[in-house]
């Protein structure tokens, strides 16, 4: 059998879906519980209403009876069916599994998972909220189903979610409340957003007192009026005994029976039923997914605000190394020691006063033979510049921890981690040595290259690459402002005599490359090792899984499947004529007595029929 072509309106509906089911609210904003349980709501609504109700418009109407705890819900399916399918309790939870009876011809439509693809099929009563059960009796007509749902308030979070899952699921709400409780904000929580999105809606007020059945039906009825829902049917069940079976009388479930018999009789009723319904949902889809996009645009503005934070804490970082490995600040202590014991103290200020010449000559005499106080001075360079890197990056990694601790979204991440992003990574101390030991090693090269040109070669020679290359690093770090020389100080006194020999074996102008070049390779090793740091906190945000383009995406979507709407619902497909259906013992119609407005009951104890309520305003059909 060739798959069915699917309707424009369908196609964007799984666009939705597609678009909203990878959406994710990992950071505690505001909206961002709210955001996730929509997410979770308006692909449970897709998955067992809107879309199998598309493909299928022809099938059952489905009645979801649902309500408050103790209201009486499965007293009533039972009473309505007229034998007891469902079981109530006095001890709470009740109507952990929902159990859904429907008339035998209609069973094919409930057999499969066309409706509520998650809950698994039984045919026995079980206690388990992931299972549907479902009953067969034909006191049902052809072409209605009740669903007795668990309590929209249990105790059990398991069961209200459940609760709430059905009746987006549902064709109809069968609304039961009780006299006590109509007025509780958990039942108009419900209520108010089936009036948001259109849903068909009866209420059934049941267990009023019988000295209460002029007063509180009318004023339920003039709240549903005010809220949205004054075209609802309101229906009064006066608090009375049960039977033997855990029946209520008849007359007192009378007119909610011929309301649904009435209602299963006539194809057209149904369908207009099930048009506003699923119209309902669809607009309130479109309608609430733009929320999640404004909702997601927050979460990806936070992440901004987090990843520009700590980006700033190591960029300030790579600039204090960069400035303090141009400005002297290198040139002091153990560096400065070693140079002058590699050169001569002495020896190193008279030379600033006399001729190159006799520099070059004592540095010669100094680097041939490779003597010790070469090595010392590049072990202190390594250790200087190691000791200014691990201060620096220990700041930064301080720093981004602070900022991310001064706001919710970012205590939650670092609560998540395990590890501890106050302090550099355990392995950042051999990444720097690595580091620092390539840097020298790429300075030793550079120098080695520019000896070898014909030009320098015999003076390069004379000086020996590592005397040269220790030469290069103290000019690098008295560099600030492009100046090498007597200019900057103390610490550029200190650079000026490896300036002058090396521009002595190199050029003036070779020199100043040299220095840049090796300046530049520093730098850009500092940017890599820095960014390996800072990559740990954006690891922790791209974690998250937030795609930048979601938003877009929801209101693509959303915009798509209004204009999909407007091309109006399928139609269902006419009815052949049958042949008239046998007297049916539970849902036939009845004769209904009514009672007056304004009359009380001769006493407390006394047995009165239900009554539909009329609402004081004008009230329409379910279409």
């Given amino acids: 059998m060739p798959a069915r072509e699917l309707s424009p309106l369908e196609l964007a509906l799984q666009e939705l879906r597609a678009a909203v089911a990878p959406v994710t609210f990992p950071l505690p904003l505001a909206e961002g519980a709210d955001s996730t349980r929509a997410v979770t709501e308006i692909t449970r609504q897709l998955d067992d209403y809107v879309l199998p109700r598309l493909a299928t418009i022809d099938a059952p109407l489905l009645a979801v009876v649902g309500g408050s705890t103790g209201a009486g819900k499965s007293t009533l399916v039972n009473s309505l069916v007229g034998r007891r399918v469902s079981t109530p309790g006095v001890i709470r939870p009740t109507t952990r599994a929902p159990v859904l009876v429907h008339h035998s011809s209609d069973a094919p439509w409930f057999a499969d998972d066309r409706i509520l693809p998650g809950l698994a099929r039984s045919t026995g009563a079980r206690n388990d909220a992931q299972s549907l059960q479902l009953v067969t009796d034909d006191t049902i007509p052809p072409g209605l189903a009740l669903l007795d749902a668990p309590d929209i308030d249990s105790v059990v979070s398991e069961n209200r979610a459940l609760a709430a899952q059905l009746l987006a699921a549902a064709d109809l709400w069968l609304f039961v409340t009780s006299a006590a409780r109509y007025a509780d904000q958990v039942p108009w929580d419900f209520l108010l957003s089936a009036a948001e999105r259109s849903a068909a809606v009866a209420v059934v007020l049941d267990r009023v007192p019988p000295r209460a059945m002029a007063d509180v039906p009318p004023h339920l009825g003039q709240m549903m009026s005010e809220r949205g829902l004054g075209g609802s049917p309101l229906f009064a069940v006066p608090e009375t ?66 990843r520009a934070e700590v980006d700033h804490s190591y960029a300030e970082a790579v600039r204090t190394v960069q400035v303090q490995t141009a400005d002297g600040t290198l040139l002091r202590g153990e560096v400065l020691a070693r140079w002058h014991e590699f050169v001569g103290t002495g020896e190193f200020f008279r030379a600033l006063e006399q001729k190159v010449g006799w520099l070059r000559d004592r540095l010669v005499s100094a680097i041939k033979g490779q003597p010790p106080e070469v090595d010392n001075l590049k072990v202190a360079v390594e250790s200087g510049l190691e000791s200014l890197i691990r201060a620096e990056a220990d700041a930064a990694a301080e720093r981004a921890e602070s900022s991310w601790e001064a706001n919710a979204a970012g205590r939650t991440l670092l609560g998540r981690t395990r590890d501890d992003l106050s302090r550099s990574s355990p392995d950042f101390d051999r990444a720097v040595d690595r580091v620092i030991r390539d840097w020298q090693g790429a300075v030793l090269d550079l120098v080695a290259d520019e000896g070898m040109s014909k030009r320098s070669r015999a003076r390069f020679l004379a000086f020996g690459v590592n005397g040269i290359g220790v030469a290069l690093m103290i000019v690098v770090f008295a560099h600030t402002g492009g100046l090498v020389g007597a200019e900057v100080g103390v610490a550029g006194g200190t650079a000026v005599l490896a300036q002058r020999v090396l521009e002595a074996v190199f050029g003036d102008q070779a020199v100043r490359r040299l220095a840049d ?103 329409q059909d379910l279409r």
Avoid at 254 to 260: A, D, G, T
Avoid at 577 to 597: M, N, T
């Fill in 241 to 306: 005994v049960v039977d033997a079976d855990g029946l209520l009388p008849v007359a007192a479930v009378q007119p909610i029976r011929s309301w649904l018999a009435t209602l299963a009789a006539d194809k057209t009723s149904r369908t207009a039923v099930v048009h506003r319904t699923l119209d309902g949902a669809i607009a309130a889809l479109a309608s609430r997914t733009p929320r999640l996009a404004a909702a997601l645009d927050d979460q990806l503005e936070a992440v901004d605000r987090l």
């Fill in 517 to 619: 070049t090796a300046k530049a390779e520093l730098d850009a090793r500092i940017e890599a090792l820095m960014s390996a740091e800072l990559l740990r906190f954006h690891a922790v945000l791209d974690g998250l899984q937030l795609d930048p383009a979601g938003g877009a995406r929801l209101r693509a979507a959303a915009t798509a499947l209004v204009t999909a709407r407007q091309q109006g619902l399928p139609v269902a497909e006419p009815e052949p004529a049958l042949a008239a259906a046998p007297e049916r013992a539970a849902l036939a119609v009845p004769v209904v007595r009514q009672l007056p407005v304004g009359t009380g009951a001769a006493g407390a104890d006394d047995i009165v029929d239900a009554e539909l309520v009329e609402q004081p305003v004008a009230r």
